[in-house]
C-alpha cells in the first residue's frame, strides 16, 4: 500500500468519528500560517524542596510554549501524594493562580503539547497519570514512538485497555506494568527502554522521585539545570531554565536515565548509546534562539547557516530581510556576509491562535495575510532578499511572495538556511505527508521556484549546512532531507498520528458511550 493511499484510508476511517466530536480535531485541525515544520511537545520536570515548583513549573512551561500550544498540564507530588491539572489551550489559558494554589510540593513535571500522536484532545493532554501497587506515575513526553502500534495491538491482545490515542499512554501503561514486576518504577522504565523504538525526552513523577529519560538515539533535546545548589531541573531546552534563574549543567544522553530524589541525583545507562541522532531542525527552526543545545547557542548556529547560505548562494538585492521570527538570526548572517543591509519588511501578528486558521486553501492563504502584515514603505521598488529556514508545503511561502510584490517589490529573492524538505518525520514532528512536500512534488529546485513565484530561489546544501552547523555529521538526524532514517522506519508501519486514531475510531463505534473526552480535573489519590 502506498503511503497517500494508506493516509487517506486512514483519514477515511477517521471520518466515520465526526459524529463523536472526538476524532474530528484530526482532519480538520487548525494550522497556524507557517511554512515550517510544527513543533514537538516541550517537557519539564523540578526538585526543589522549600520552592514553589508548580510555578516554576508554569513559568518553564511557558518558556517551553513554542514547542506546542494545544495543551498544557502540571503533575505535582509533596512527597505523599500527586495532584495534577491538565486542560486544552496555551500554558496561560489553562493555569490561573487559583489552579496553581492547588498545586502544592516538592517535586513536579509539566508538559506542552503539540500532537504527532493522537489527536488534540484533552485524553491526549499531559502529563499522563497511571497507578500501580507502589503509588502514581505520572508521564510527559517529547517525541514519537515508531512502534506505538505494534506495542499497543500487543498490550491489548493481553487485556489492556486504552482510555487515549497517543504513543505515551503506551509508554506510561508499560511502565505501569513493569512497575508491578520490578516493584521499582525507575526499574520499571530501564526495562522499557529496550522495547520503545523512536524518539522519546521524558519526564517522569512518583510520590518521591523525578526522572529524566532520553531514547538511545537522542533525538530530541533534554538538559539538566541546578538552581540555589541544591534544586534539580529538567527542561526540553535550556531557555527553561535560565527563565527560572537555574544554571545549565549538561545534557541528558542517549539512553541515561536521571533521578534525583531526597538522597541526591544518580544516573544509569539503561540502554547503551546508539548512533546519535539529534534533530537537525532543532537548529533550524524548532528550539528558541536563546536556548543551547550541544554546547551551540542556537542564535549563533542560525547567524552561521545565514553566513553560509550568503557565501554559497548569494543574491543581487538591495535588502536582506527575514520572515519572522525564525528568519531572523539567519537574515542577520545572511546580510553580514554579503554586504547588503538588513531590514524589516514584514510585520509579525504574534497573538493568532494556533486554531485560528483552518488547514483549507483558501483560509490558509488569508491567514499569512493575518499573520504578517508588510511594511510597504520598506518594501516598495527594492529587490528584496528573504530569508526563511524552510520550505515545506510551499503555500505559505507563494502567499508571502505576493504579499510583499503587492506592497510594492521590484523582485523577490528566496534563501532557504535548510536543506529541500522532502521525506516526512516519524520522530515527533509534525510534517505534511510525502506528497503535500512541495520539495517532493516538484522535480526540481526551478520547478518550486515557479510555483511559489519567487525571482529567484536558493536551498541550503547539506553540505553547506553542516559547516555551518559545526556539529558531526553522525551525531545527527537528517533524514528529512537524505530520506535516511536513523531510526529504520518499519515498512508496514507508516506511523503517522492517525494510525492509533483509526483504531481508537473504531472502538468507538463498539463503544459510544466513550464519545466525550474526560473533564478538566484536579486528580487526588483513590
Ligand atoms: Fe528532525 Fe527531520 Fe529527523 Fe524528524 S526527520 S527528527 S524533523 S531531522
Not at 90 to 109: C, H, N, P, Y
Not at 117 to 129: E, R, V, Y
Not at 504 to 511: F, H, K, L, N
Request: glycine fraction near 10%; charged fraction near 25%.
Amino acid at each position: 500500500m502506498d503511503e497517500n493511499h494508506s493516509l487517506s484510508a486512514r483519514l477515511r476511517a477517521c471520518e466515520a468519528c465526526d459524529g463523536f466530536g472526538v476524532c474530528s480535531g484530526v482532519p480538520t485541525r487548525g494550522y497556524p500560517a507557517t511554512d515550517a515544520p510544527r513543533e514537538a511537545c516541550g517537557v519539564f520536570g523540578i526538585f526543589a524542596p522549600g520552592e514553589d515548583v508548580s510555578r516554576l513549573t508554569y513559568f518553564g512551561l511557558f518558556a517551553l510554549q513554542h514547542r506546542g500550544q494545544e495543551s498544557a498540564g502540571i503533575a505535582v507530588s509533596d512527597g505523599r501524594r500527586i495532584d495534577s491539572f491538565r486542560e486544552m489551550g496555551l500554558v496561560s489559558q489553562v493555569f490561573d493562580e487559583e489552579t496553581l494554589e492547588k498545586l502544592r510540593g516538592v517535586i513536579a513535571i509539566g508538559h506542552t503539547r503539540y500532537s504527532t500522536t493522537g489527536s488534540s484532545t484533552l485524553a491526549n493532554a499531559q502529563p499522563m497519570i497511571g497507578e500501580w501497587r507502589g503509588g502514581k506515575v505520572a508521564l510527559a513526553h517529547n517525541g514519537n514512538l515508531i512502534n506505538a502500534l505494534a506495542l499497543r495491538q500487543e498490550m491489548e491482545a493481553q487485556g489492556e485497555t486504552f482510555e487515549a490515542t497517543s504513543d505515551s499512554e503506551i509508554m506510561l501503561k508499560m511502565v505501569v506494568r513493569a512497575a508491578e514486576k520490578t516493584n521499582s518504577v525507575e526499574d520499571a522504565v530501564a526495562a522499557c527502554m529496550p522495547k520503545w523504538q523512536g524518539a522519546y525526552s521524558l519526564t517522569i513523577l512518583t510520590e518521591q522521585a523525578v526522572m529524566a529519560v532520553r531514547d538511545p538515539w537522542g533525538v530530541r533535546p533534554l538538559c539538566i539545570g541546578r538552581l540555589n545548589g541544591n534544586s534539580t531541573i529538567f527542561a526540553s531546552e535550556s531557555c527553561a531554565l535560565s527563565v527560572i534563574g537555574a544554571e545549565l549543567i549538561r545534557e541528558v544522553a542517549p539512553g541515561e536515565v536521571v533521578i534525583v530524589d531526597a538522597d541526591g541525583l544518580r544516573s544509569r545507562q539503561a540502554v547503551p548509546e546508539s548512533r546519535q541522532a539529534l534533530c537537525v531542525f532543532e537548529y533550524i527552526y524548532m528550539a528558541r534562539p536563546d536556548s543551547v543545545i550541544g554546547e551551540h547557542l542556537v542564535h549563533e548556529v542560525r547567524r552561521r547557516l545565514g553566513m553560509q547560505l550568503a557565501e554559497d548562494s548569494p543574491a543581487d538585492g538591495d535588502v536582506v530581510m527575514p520572515v519572522p521570527d525564525t528568519g531572523w538570526p539567519a537574515a542577520i548572517g545572511f546580510a553580514e556576509r554579503s554586504g547588503l543591509p538588513f531590514g524589516e519588511g514584514l510585520i509579525r501578528n504574534r497573538y493568532i491562535p494556533r486554531t485560528f486558521i483552518q488547514p483549507d486553501q483558501r483560509l490558509r492563504e488569508m491567514g499569512v495575510k493575518i499573520k504578517l502584515n508588510p511594511l510597504k514603505e520598506a518594501l516598495r521598488g527594492r529587490r528584496v532578499v528573504l530569508v526563511d529556514d524552510s520550505i515545506v508545503r510551499g503555500t505559505t511561502k507563494r502567499g508571502i511572495i505576493s504579499l510583499i510584490r503587492d506592497a510594492g517589490a521590484k523582485e523577490v529573492h528566496i534563501r532557504i538556511t535548510a536543506p529541500p524538505y522532502k521525506w516526512p518525520c516519524y520522530y515527533g514532528v509534525d510534517t505534511s505527508s510525502r506528497s503535500e512536500l512541495i520539495a517532493a512534488r516538484e522535480e526540481t529546485v526551478e520547478g518550486i521556484r515557479k510555483a511559489i513565484g519567487a525571482d529567484t530561489l536558493s536551498y541550503q546544501s547539506v553540505e553547506g549546512m553542516l559547516k555551518a552547523l559545526r556539529v558531526s555529521h553522525g551525531t545527527l538526524c537528517l533524514a528529512c532531507f537524505t530520506g535516511e532514517y536513523p531510526i529504520p522506519i518499519p515498512q508496514d508501519v507508516k506511523l503517522s498520528k492517525l494510525d492509533l486514531e483509526g483504531r481508537a475510531c473504531r472502538r468507538r463505534e463498539d463503544a459510544p458511550e466513550t464519545r466525550t473526552a474526560g473533564p478538566s480535573h484536579i486528580e487526588t489519590p483513590a
